[in-house]
């Protein structure tokens, strides 16, 4: 059994496909199917059941598969090694960036991270929590960015930055409304998304708030939420790094929470417990904070950064 071995058949197990396999590791189909051969006959197990349209692990084939991904996670930890030893910032970074996150901070990390760190081979994949600490802890990921809070064994959550939640409301109730107070608007129509306005550092949640209101209406996404209430009335809160995307017409219909209400999310960076790469980790934070109002980070990240 060699290394190379267990980076075909965790190739193989990403993709459910030969044809795709072979082509991302560089070598024809049937030679791969000729090296996965190889290596059941040398175990004599089964690893992939394959028929014309599927290929799927066996049960033990998934434990060798978990097997096979730590041993090279491992393996490649060396050479992690040396280039921190070297203060070399290069290698692969394979990044998730939660999907209510992702439009506020991607175009401009992908851009600004790329022309800062050009040695990185950057992959980035948006993922919904579960998924992230899932790939984390398989080693499918080095690192995720999403909502702070989610605790999961193996994982460690480094807090990255602060963003306020601005309300915006409809032309209909700003006028006769200058200074938003949330009991001022129980009787409108209050929309919210089904998970990124969950605030769990709001005294004023919107989760906790969903009996308030005639109706309450769950959309997929800010910029949906924004054109309903331009139409129907009623109010919601986005995310401060949203604001530069509204029309100045509807910059107007912006009000900051007033009183002592609470309304911002946190977001962290996760990492499994065992990460190394320092200088990788720190490469995403220094990207961050060329754009990142300064205000909304962590002080100890834009002071020190990250020590691992």
């Known amino acids: 059994m060699t290394l190379q071995q267990l980076k075909y058949i965790i190739a193989i197990d990403i993709h459910r496909n030969f044809a795709r396999a ?13 090296l996965l051969q190889k290596l059941e006959n040398e175990l004599d197990v089964r690893i992939f059941e394959r028929s014309n349209k599927n290929v799927t692990p066996t049960a033990i084939g998934n434990k060798i598969l978990q097997q096979a991904k730590k041993a090279v996670n491992e393996t490649e930890r060396i050479a992690e090694l040396v280039r921190e030893e070297k203060g070399v910032v290069s290698g692969s970074l394979n990044l998730s960036v939660g999907p209510t996150i992702a439009p506020y901070i991607l175009p401009k990390f992908i851009k600004t991270y790329t022309g800062m760190f050009p040695q990185v081979k950057l992959s980035i994949v948006e993922l919904k929590a579960e998924a992230m600490l899932n790939n984390l802890q398989t080693g499918m990921l080095d690192s995720g960015i999403a909502i702070s809070g989610h605790i ?148 100890r990240i834009n002071k020190y950064g990250i020590r691992l």
Not at 22 to 34: D, K, N, V, W, Y
Not at 224 to 247: A, K, Q, V, W, Y
Not at 250 to 266: A, F, T
């Open 152 to 299: 999961h064994d193996g994982i460690l959550e480094i807090p990255l930055y602060t963003e306020p939640f601005w309300v915006y409301i409809a032309e209909s109730c700003w006028r006769r409304l200058p200074v938003f107070k949330p009991e001022n608007l129980e009787h409108e129509q209050m929309w919210i998304m089904k998970e990124s306005q969950c605030l769990r550092d709001s005294a004023f949640s919107f989760c906790k708030s969903r009996n308030i209101g005639k109706r309450i209406y769950e959309a997929g996404s800010i910029e949906t939420l924004i054109r309903i209430i331009d139409e129907n009335g009623g109010f919601t809160i986005i995310p401060e790094m949203h604001l530069p995307m509204l029309s100045d017409s509807q910059r107007e219909n912006v009000r900051r929470i007033e009183g002592d209400y609470l309304s911002q999310r946190r977001v962290s960076i996760y990492i499994r417990e065992d990460f190394i790469r320092e200088r990788i980790l720190n490469s995403i934070v220094d990207a961050l904070s060329v754009f990142v109002p300064k205000n909304m980070l962590e002080k």
């Open 22 to 34: 072979a082509a991302e590791l560089g070598i024809t189909q049937p030679t791969l199917s000729s």
